[in-house]
């Protein structure tokens, strides 16, 4: 097995601290931060994000994977710097406003990390003005909407229109989400993209910044 | 037929005369709502709760006959609760509050009925002896003796509804002590021993709480869980980890109740619970409830279809029509008559009924549905 293949198995079972180990050895063994990025912990969060699709792995197998992705990106991150290496992209993402439920938002969130792609979380509850403030002043180009309620969700239509009274929605693509929305609602507001799950997320936020 | 009748021949599968109008209760904005239309007085806004005095004289104006979820039980929670403590008051108004769960949440200005998770203080072995064990433990001091000498008489006779004794919850309060996160994490703890010890613990507990209410003669209609595991792509862990750690717990306190003659055992579970259901039907839960079909997409028919007239419902009633007009009740009232027309089925909004909700629909709805005559 190789140390890359190590680092999948690892952080597949939410081994936080042997995940943490390994990259350090590979980078001490002399293996590209990117390699270590791209064919270890990215590649063990795609199988993770597979499975979970497919029901094979719960929320908190998910969770944990996550988790043990951060502690190798943790020792990652400077070697990934110096080696001028940048994330695949970047994204705002929050829940919108008021609804607080953040347990969906956070899984998108760590699924889309989990794809090197930068993540600027602004929470819960948040006004569109925040969203397009954030998007304004970090560049970001996809922006991921999450509502847990059906009194919450019409507040995704609230941000997409922000967004282009902000003149800046041709400049991102905008993913909304959560249990009341439906693709054919997605397609109503006006977003680019509506998916089930948080691994769907991830797949459709890296296809974006692959596009 | 009384109420109490009605619901236990409808569970068993014998004839009744009429459908019952049932309902599972209200977000508190709702009830606010209602007051400031002038539709409810104004002291039945505040302080409402499954089955208390102000949910029996709402069931008055409106024309429910009950609320599904009007259980009795003991103190079978954290005793004594950690004391409601607020930690930090934030610029924007948001108060971090340590809850009686020990969980840390951010309350937010003019936000009733969701607070935000933040932090928790279950997250290892340490903290679990210290300040959880203790607080997990039966004692006398659990179960109001006078209460439940009285209990007969005063509310079972009394009252002309299915009342059931609390189950408590086999994970469902722990969820609330270490958030969904905290939980997954505890799974996967490197004490592997110690969630299961937390299950093990609290449920020995329960089944203690609820024996001694048994043993004092309390009757009821049936029992009633607690749970909130699941969510729109299913449960909040894998089947397989419920299965091994908390299905015994089920089938202790099920097997209990059936030894006092209960032998209909509700689980009120939000979201899409398929992946679960076999689990709680094999060791004794048979009514799912309030099975989530507004916002989750869930269905009864599906799980009748899988386990056959084993598998009983009480729910299934899309909330959201109370939210649009006559019409789109009447659909649900077409539909309901197909799912009623299954037997051991017993309608009700599939969850509390949401700001929004229209006074006039909710009163048609109860009208109409004690119309239909399985």
Known sequence: ?211 | MTNRERALNLLHFKPVDRLPAVHFGYWPELLVEWAEQGKIPAELSRGWGDGNDKDMELDKLIGWDYNWSHVHGPVMGLFPAFEKTVLEVLPDGTQRVQNSSGLIERMHPGVVSIPQEDDYLLKDREAFETLYKPKMQFSADRIDTEYWKKYNEEVYDKLDVPLGISLGSVLGDIRNMVSVIGMSYLMYDEDEDLFADIIDTYAEMQYRCVEAVLEAGARFDFGHFWEDICFNSGPLLSPAVFEELCARHYKRRCDLLRKYGIDLISLDCDGVTEKLQQTWLDNGVNILFPIEVGTWGDQFEPARNRFGTRQLGVGAMDKTALRKDKAAVDAELERIRRMVSLGGFIPCPDHRLMPGTKFELVQYYADEIKKIRP
């Open chain 1, 1 to 211: 097995m190789s140390v890359f293949e190590e680092i999948s198995e690892k952080l597949q079972r939410g081994k936080a601290k042997d995940v943490a180990a390994l990259v350090t050895a590979a980078l001490e063994a002399g293996e590209k931060p990117e390699a270590v990025l791209n064919e270890g912990l990215i590649a063990g969060m795609n199988i993770v994000g597979e499975k979970f699709k497919k029901a094979e792995v719960f929320v908190p197998e998910v969770l944990v994977a996550a988790r043990a992705m951060n502690a190798g990106l943790k020792v990652l991150q400077p070697a990934l710097k110096s080696a001028g290496v940048k994330p695949v992209g970047k994204a705002v993402i929050c829940t919108v406003k008021g609804d607080m439920h953040d347990i969906g938002k956070n899984l998108v969130k760590m699924m889309i990390e989990g794809q090197g792609i930068e993540c600027i979380d602004l929470g819960v509850d948040v006004d569109p003005e925040k969203v397009v403030n954030a998007v304004k002043e970090s560049g970001a180009e996809l922006v991921c909407l999450s509502a847990l309620l059906t009194t919450t969700m019409t507040a995704q239509r609230d941000v997409i229109e922000a967004l282009k009274e902000a003149g800046i929605r041709d400049q991102v693509k905008v993913m909304v989400g959560g249990a009341p929305v439906t693709q054919q609602y997605a397609d109503e507001i006006g977003a680019d993209c509506y998916t089930l799950d948080a691994a769907s997320a991830a797949q459709a936020a890296r296809s974006f910044f692959a596009a």
